[in-house]
């Protein structure tokens, strides 16, 4: 009997003291990743067109005066396509305006930013892609007779958009510029 009594009362103990708050389980955590302030140069190159370009990235360019800004640190890559217009403005609306909507089956939400500069004769669409789609950021502009650039973001991993998203959020920041300082040369 004393040590059915015993019991109870460690029982009764064991009960007061486990009696606290419900445990949570923690939130998920998120990497905390930092760039550099963004500092722009304007690119000089024998092509119809300049920009001014983050300092973090490396720019190369083709041929067609296409190019390519490598940014290592970010592990992605802006890509810029330039078209001369002979009477195809449509289509090159078209395509880059198709080229967009390729990844809607794999984006959440894509938003449309209209851009017009008529001191710079430049008129244009950004688009921002929300989601795991491969390309996180668009644009096209053009001066809508001579000229036509698209530029795309992409990244040399997997889409993940929880892990690229700080990354992304900064290089659209840079593509964004890049097509707000669009000079076009004649």
């Not at 008529?118 to 795991?132: L, R, S």
Request: include cysteine; proline fraction near 5%; charged fraction near 20%.
């Amino acid at each position: 009997m004393r040590n059915l009594s015993y019991i109870s009362l460690v029982i009764v103990i064991l009960i007061a003291l486990s009696c606290k708050e419900d445990t949570l389980p923690k939130p998920k955590s998120q990497l905390s990743l930092t760039y550099p302030d963004p500092a722009y140069i304007t690119t000089d190159n024998p092509c119809q067109y300049n920009f001014k370009k983050n300092r973090l990235g490396r720019v190369t360019y083709k041929d067609n005066c296409s190019a390519v800004i490598d940014y290592p640190l970010l592990d992605g890559s802006i890509f810029l396509t330039y078209r001369p217009i002979n009477n195809n403005i449509k289509s090159l609306l078209n395509d880059a305006q198709k080229l967009t909507y390729e990844h809607v089956r794999k984006a959440d939400d894509i938003i449309e930013e209209k851009y017009i500069n008529e001191q710079q004769n430049a008129y244009g669409m950004f688009y921002d892609v929300k989601g795991n789609a491969a390309s996180q950021s668009q644009f096209y502009i053009t001066d809508s007779t001579n000229h036509f650039l698209t530029g795309s973001i992409y990244f040399n991993t997997k889409p993940n958009y929880d892990s690229i998203y700080p990354a992304a959020v900064y290089l659209k920041d840079d593509i964004r510029y890049l097509m707000e300082t669009i000079a076009w040369k004649e």
